[in-house]
């Protein structure tokens, strides 16, 4: 499944996503790779159908959120956006919200696996990760090279809201080389007033 990418701030504009976009690029592998799809819908036959949601070559996307598509998760709570998770039979999701967009952080969810019955739960773990970081996270988690445990504080576990901290352990996983051409993509989309 593509990975999701859910927006709920209606104070997030095209400026602030396009950025993350670049972030969430696969800049070691390949400028044009196609994982992410934009939720704009609640109609899981509209997030299939709609193809101009996806970030094709990170192109900036429309200038408000709420125009054309509207964005239909924008106010919803975390427990809307991981139920519509489940009824898509899906694992894993982003979420920009108003604290991702001011400290360069998404969140990431993955369903909770259960060792006795050696299935998925309806819980998810979620973790506030680095913009830095959040590609080669989803990109890990979404093959099963690596397990969430494996980027989040386990000495400081679970905070009382059920909330993980990301590790300090884990650095940006990209090349000088490709942090140099991001960089060159950011300052370009600046120029242009897309980011």
């Not at 039979?89 to 369903?111: M, S």
């Not at 445990?149 to 300090?168: H, L, P």
Request: charged residues 35%; aromatic residues 10%.
């Amino acid at each position: 499944m593509d990975g999701l990418i859910f927006v709920n701030s209606a104070n997030i504009d095209f400026k602030r996503l396009n950025r993350l976009f670049v972030y969430l690029n696969d800049w070691d592998y390949g400028d044009d790779n196609d994982f992410f799809k934009l939720v704009t819908t609640k109609d899981a036959h509209e997030l299939d159908e709609n193809e101009g949601t996806r970030l094709m070559s990170i192109e900036p996307v429309h200038a408000d959120l709420d125009a054309d598509p509207a964005n239909a998760w924008q106010g919803s709570s975390l427990a809307d956006i991981e139920k519509h998770i489940l009824g898509l039979g899906g694992t894993l999701y982003l979420l920009l919200d108003d604290k991702g967009a001011l400290d360069h952080t998404v969140i990431i969810g993955e369903r909770r696996w259960d060792d006795e019955t050696e299935g998925l739960t309806d819980d998810f773990d979620r973790v506030r990760c680095p913009w830095d970081c959040a590609y080669s996270m989803w990109a890990n988690l979404d093959i099963a090279n690596m397990n969430f445990d494996e980027f989040i504080n386990d000495e400081k576990g679970k905070d009382e809201d059920g909330w993980y901290e990301y590790t300090e352990d884990l650095p940006a996983d990209i090349s000088e080389e490709s942090q140099r051409r991001r960089a060159e993509k950011l300052a370009k989309l600046e120029r242009e007033g897309k980011a």
